[in-house]
């Protein structure tokens, strides 16, 4: 058990390493779906920045504010997919 728990370590220690590498250019913010409730009040009263978003429609949003105006005149037809151009 004591041999097991070493080699589980250092199995993950190496997975890590080789991986690490791979990981530098992610970031949380990647992941995480914009908070559209901020926008609701202020709709297509956007800024002109450049920060794309990738919808589910296929579309590219040039930044969140500009998306989730969109998104609630859809009705909700489509949802976030990711950061960066379609």
């Known amino acids: ?3 097991i728990s070493t080699w589980l370590y250092t199995y ?8 690490s ?3 530098d250019n992610l970031k949380l913010s990647d992941y995480l779906v914009p908070n559209c409730d901020v926008y609701i009040h202020q ?17 590219t949003y040039s930044n ?5 105006s969109e998104q609630f005149e859809s009705g909700g037809a489509f949802k976030f ?3 960066g151009r379609c």
Request: proline share 3%; aromatic share 16%; with cysteine.
């Open 81 to 83: 997919g990711y950061y």
């Open 64 to 68: 969140t504010c500009v998306f989730c």
């Open 1 to 3: 058990s004591k041999y």
């Open 21 to 23: 590498e791979k990981c």
């Open 12 to 19: 993950m220690q190496l997975l890590i390493y080789m991986n």
């Open 43 to 59: 709709l297509h009263f956007c800024t002109r920045e450049m920060d794309p978003i990738c919808a589910t429609n296929g579309q």
